[in-house]
């Protein structure tokens, strides 16, 4: 491993004051950076389980003296009859469906062209690429106005259908981009020894490259959802309602209602966390390397 | 070899007509998809910045050329959103930077218990941006929140400071929400990086007598600048683009201190539904967005000479 | 081949699913002979949902060829939604709850009839008449007034009593010399707290501050030019800008809104504020209130801003007179006044009826005054961008990065540029 403060001078001299120290003081980094990260997120969750009056006195106590489950029960499976909170709920289940859809969809359709660009190398296919990343590059506001006129006119404003089109539009280039460069980095030999086989192309893909690229598929799937959950502007203009609105939405909404409830606010922040803080713990591995190939090579 | 570089040849130059068509059809899907949600809304909303176009008054929509364009880019509001954009990227790419420089080489450290750190470190990169500013937003109030308690009772401060109430302060603590968010993904990718750096070359330095910060400089650092240089250009871009977090945070107030020029295209298209003027503004931001790449791209190319 | 197969299968029941989900979503109809009306409201605003479907159910009884199904939203998506449904879209909507800040900006795209004529005359006599302006705009009438609304002054008895006041402030000047008082006896640290961050609230503040200065809360003269930036609405924000500076404001009034400006008062920690009828009930609360029984409320001097929001019907309804006898149902004097809790009835003769006002003596005794006073924000075309700017004005005087002269003049600048877009 190389390492900058690694001390390579001779043995006997490992434990001088000046080693010691330099350690200490990276080990008090670490801890430091430790808290820095946590801190915030740990006093949200602390937060959300306080009660009104814990939260509003004054001096703050750090440690809620009524600790209260009521919140996240009722923003999750508890019964509840706040109209707030059922719209919550309803936004959790649009955003799974929206997000789930999208990126099946996405992850089918890009790979199928990922793979169509690194094996079939046709007449501007480079450039097409390009092209797709320049989506990427725009502001959201610069493509909404006419989906938003057209969803208008057609009566689909507010509707899941509308999202999961509009969110394959924009994960589908980065699926395409992300799959690309994976299928790059795996050898054509094996497509050869398919087809030797007997195999079509799409047969090679599906039987042979498909099984191969699990981990590449698997971060990038990560990845896709990641992006998808995480959208709120194509939200807040595409969607009015609990028919429709996505979680992000319904916290921005939470603000406005419950803009001295803070409590409440902190626990939708949370749950609203909590399943892609979840994945991303779970599939660390998978989102770092599907970052990293994607950037560093691309 | 040989052999295999002939079927190299025979598999990507001569394409057979049946695989011609093949790779269209495997392409269509996802062009489809792309291009009526991207590439269309494009050439709408080139066609839309061209007329005068407030959804509310549908009935007067006359063909007004650069208008739009001319309106916005004498608009001194439009300047002064790009002026709090400018703020806002540079300060918050510049300290996500450095201080994902510094994470990357902590984490890079051989300390025991790091992979704790490791696989900590993703957590703010992995809050929604929604969770992340509204997190903010609640530690930053004036009366209650985390911030004001913390430095008044470990006496850095003896009074409460009205952080996103204040136009003077708000922008600054939208950066940090920004930084906490994505320092960790810069942290990552300088980590990739840092981990891809030859050994022999250090070694041959420290055995001429370097020490460990020229090592860094001169070896390290130029061996991780093409990462350095994407980090930026991708930090920049969304940095230009960022709305969420201020929207949740602010609303682009107090006083419009936080009015950015995506949060100030929003308003001018939904506000007051000129969409003519937003879709102005969305071209406008998109051509800025794409100067800047191409600036960026320059450097990469020029500095990435190994 | 098996794997073509299995790619077109999976792409049809994709497909298909994606269809399926599609066409879940709508479902309307209406049945030969009866007429099926569509009404959109707001969520929370006033009558609580329960309470309107109740009314509905009582009007569908009374009118058996008429259905109507009911439709909530919240307020930021109440505006959009009449927009894109009646601009380019479907025209779903026969009658819709609008806010009083936007008959001008519907009736000048015409997406709102003109009621004017149609209005019985039992209804015009017997409503308060400032309840109309609500709905009105170049002296036509856009919706029926439904849902009264007005800024009331609260304030501290207990507080006023200890530094000698034995009556609330009748004028602006005599609340200033009170909030003086009160603050140099170290009696409360702000006095007054205000709804003053930047947002539609702020503005509804500085209207009715406004209206108890001289020269009352013109915002315009008769051609259409702007007058803000002088007589009443320049006096109210230098008003408000020296409540500030002089401490008599509590200064995160710039972040508050109505929520917050009730929290305050109810904790005990303020004076004087102006907020909105719903504050009387959490102040006798005690489950929320520390100074139940404390709370004093009084229209505001002057006049209180107009927040009440009236129905209106669409341009695009093909039963206008089915959608007219709903929205006079609802806003009956019948129905009123059995849903009294949350709302007050805007019929002047409602305020005559001692039983109705049992419950809330002082709420009904200020609210007959108040109602008869209301003022109405700017009735312009392009009230949303003016709002925009006269919020940003508000902060910045405030602030005290402008003067308020120069923050309202700012904004007159920009008024020939809003009025032609």
């Not at chain 3, 089915?322 to 004097?333: G, N, T």
Request: glycine letters at 8%; hydrophobic letters at 50%.
């Amino acid at each position: 491993m190389t390492t900058i403060a690694a001390d390579p001078r001779p043995r006997h001299r490992r434990w001088s004051f000046r080693a010691v120290a330099v350690r200490t003081g990276l080990y008090v980094a670490m801890i430091a950076t430790l808290v820095c990260i946590l801190a915030p997120f740990v006093w949200l969750a602390i937060s959300s389980i306080s009660s009104q009056a814990d939260l509003i006195t004054i001096p703050l106590q750090w440690i809620p003296a009524h600790p209260t489950l009521s919140r996240l029960e009722a923003l999750t499976f508890g019964s509840t009859t706040d109209d707030s909170a059922l719209a919550f709920r309803a936004a959790l289940g649009n955003s799974l469906v929206v997000v789930g859809s999208t990126t099946a969809i996405a992850m089918v359709t890009g790979t199928v062209a990922a793979y169509a660009f690194a094996r079939l190398h046709f007449w501007g296919s480079n450039r097409l690429v390009y092209v797709f990343l320049a989506t990427y590059m725009l502001p959201p506001i610069a493509l909404i106005l006419p989906v938003y006129e057209f969803l208008s006119g057609i009566g689909l404003l507010d509707t899941r259908i509308a999202l999961i089109a509009v969110y394959s539009g924009f994960v589908t280039p980065f699926v395409v981009w992300l799959m690309r460069g994976y299928f790059e980095g795996v050898s054509t030999d094996l497509d050869d020894a398919a087809r030797v086989d007997g195999c079509s192309r799409l047969g090679a893909l599906w039987r042979v490259i498909l099984p191969v690229s699990l981990p590449g598929l698997f971060s990038t799937a990560v990845l896709a959802f990641l992006l998808c959950w995480d959208e709120f502007f194509y939200a807040l203009i595409l969607t009015q309602t609990s028919a429709s609105q996505t979680l992000p939405v319904a916290i921005n909404d939470f603000i406005g209602r419950h803009s001295t409830d803070f409590g409440m606010l902190a626990a939708g922040g949370l749950i609203a966390a909590l399943p892609p803080v979840v994945i991303a713990f779970v599939c660390q591995r998978y989102i770092v390397s599907g970052l990293t190939a994607g950037s560093v090579k691309g | 070899m040989q052999l295999f570089a002939e079927r190299q040849l025979k598999l990507t130059r001569r394409l057979p007509k049946g695989e011609q068509w093949l790779a269209g059809a495997m392409i269509a899907p996802a062009a489809f998809v792309i291009f009526f949600v991207a590439a269309v809304p494009l050439v709408g909303v080139l066609w839309m910045s061209l007329f005068h176009h407030v959804l509310i008054n549908p009935n007067y929509q006359p063909f007004v050329g650069l208008g739009n364009y001319t309106d916005q880019l004498g608009n001194p509001d439009f300047w002064a959103a790009v002026q709090r954009s400018l703020i806002f990227t540079v300060a918050s790419t510049s300290i996500e930077l450095v201080l994902g420089l510094l994470l990357a080489l902590l984490m890079n450290q051989p300390l025991r218990l790091r992979w704790i750190l490791r696989g900590l470190v993703i957590l703010p990169w992995a809050l929604p941006g929604v969770s992340n500013a509204l997190m903010w937003r609640w530690i930053d109030q004036a009366q209650y929140g985390a911030l004001n308690a913390l430095l008044t009772q470990t006496g850095l401060s003896n009074s409460y400071i009205n952080w996103l109430g204040d136009p003077h302060i708000a922008i600054y603590m939208v950066v940090l929400a920004d930084v906490y968010k994505n320092t960790p993904l810069v942290a990552l990718l300088i980590l990739a990086a840092l981990q891809t750096v030859p050994k022999e070359p250090i070694e041959a330095a420290r055995v001429d007598g370097a020490g460990s910060f020229q090592i860094f400089r001169y070896i390290t650092l130029s061996w991780i600048k093409p990462v350095i240089l994407i980090a930026l250009v991708l930090r920049t871009m969304d940095a230009f683009k960022v709305f969420d977090t201020i929207w949740i945070m602010t609303k682009g107030g107090p006083a419009n201190s936080t009015q950015t020029i995506a949060i100030y295209a929003y308003q001018t298209a939904y506000n007051t539904y000129n969409f003519g003027g937003g879709a102005a503004l969305g071209y406008l931001i998109a051509l800025l967005i794409a100067v800047l790449a191409a600036i960026y791209i320059r450097l990469l190319r020029g500095g990435t000479a190994r | 081949m098996a794997t073509k197969v299995r790619y077109r299968i999976a792409g049809l029941a994709a497909v298909a699913l994606i269809a399926l989900e599609g066409c879940s979503s709508s479902g309307q109809g209406s049945s030969g002979g009866t007429i099926t009306l569509h009404a959109l409201f707001m969520k929370q605003a006033g009558y609580s949902d329960q309470e309107v479907a109740d009314m509905t159910t009582a009007f569908e009884a009374a009118n058996p060829d008429i259905k109507v199904q009911t439709e909530f939203v919240a307020y930021e998506a109440l505006h959009d939604k009449i927009v894109t449904d009646q601009v380019g879209g479907s025209g779903i909507y026969d009658t819709v709850l609008m806010d009083t800040i936007w008959p001008a900006e519907f009736a000048h795209a015409g997406i709102v009839q003109d009621l004017t004529s149609m209005l019985p005359s039992d209804f015009t006599t017997g409503v308060f008449q400032s309840a109309f302006a609500g709905g009105e705009y170049n002296g036509h009438f856009y919706g029926v007034p439904w849902l009264n609304d007005t800024e009331f002054l609260f304030y501290n008895k207990a507080m006023l009593a200890q530094a000698g006041f034995s009556n609330p402030p009748t004028t602006w000047a005599e609340l200033m010399t009170q909030a003086q008082a009160l603050k140099s006896k170290g009696i409360v640290q702000y006095p007054f707290v205000g709804q003053w961050a930047q947002s539609e609230l702020g503005v509804c503040d500085w209207t009715t501050i406004a209206a108890g200065q001289s020269g009352g809360a013109t915002f315009f003269d008769g051609s259409g030019n702007p007058t803000f930036n002088q007589g009443g609405p320049l006096a109210a924000l230098q008003l408000m800008a020296q409540m500030k500076n002089e401490g008599l404001a509590n200064p995160a009034s710039l972040g508050y809104g109505s929520d917050d400006v009730r929290n305050v008062l109810i904790a005990g920690q303020a004076a004087f504020g102006l907020d909105w009828t719903y504050v009387y009930a959490a102040a006798n609360d005690p489950s929320q209130s520390k100074v139940v029984g404390q709370i004093g409320i009084t229209a505001a001097p002057g006049g209180g801003t107009n927040g009440g929001m009236s129905m209106a019907i669409t341009r695009s309804s093909k039963h206008v007179d089915a959608a007219l006898k709903y929205d006079l149902f609802l806003a009956s004097q019948e129905q009123e006044e059995k849903y009294t809790d949350n709302a007050l009835p805007e019929w002047k003769a409602s305020f005559d009826k001692p039983d109705l006002a049992k419950g809330a003596p002082d709420l009904w005794a200020a609210a007959k005054v108040a109602f008869n006073t209301m003022v109405s924000r700017p009735m312009v075309p392009y009230y949303t961008s003016l709002s925009n700017a006269l919020q940003v004005a508000i902060q910045k005087a405030l602030t005290g990065e402008e003067t308020p002269k120069a923050a309202l003049d700012d904004v007159a600048a920009q008024v020939p540029n809003m009025a032609n877009q």
